[in-house]
């Protein structure tokens, strides 16, 4: 069955960095686009970044130029690599898997991150 187990997040000042990752199984990972997506407290999901199957990234404009999306096929791993950050980027992070309408039919059970000094 289709799995995705996030890791990597956790407490960092404003300004520091993380990597988060998304452990994928149960698909043929490189077959699909992947997203992540993140719901602050109180708010709802937020869309953050996409891959797609050619490694070509998109990216909210809110994280546009701090964050960078990846994918390693041979791993069957997703990652966000989170730079510069700020206490709105608090949230729990999901990965999700793209269906055939682009939407996510997939998710991770998430991974908190917390940006606060």
């Known amino acids: 069955q289709v799995q995705l187990v996030e890791s990597g997040g956790g407490l960092v000042q404003p300004g520091g960095s993380l990597r988060l990752a998304c452990a994928a199984s149960g698909f043929t990972f490189s077959s699909v686009w992947m997203y992540w997506v993140r719901q602050a407290p109180g708010k709802g999901l937020e869309w953050v970044s996409a891959?797609?199957?050619?490694?070509?990234?998109f990216y909210a404009d809110s994280v546009k130029g701090r964050f960078t999306i990846s994918r390693d096929n041979a791993k069957n791993t997703l990652y966000l690599q989170m730079n510069s950050l700020k206490p709105e980027d608090t949230a729990l992070y999901y990965c999700?898997?793209?269906?055939?309408?682009?939407?996510?039919?997939?998710w991770g059970q998430g991974t908190q991150v917390t940006v606060s000094s």
């Open positions: 999700a898997r793209v269906g055939p309408s682009y939407d996510a039919d997939y």
């Open positions: 891959i797609n199957t050619r490694g070509s990234t």
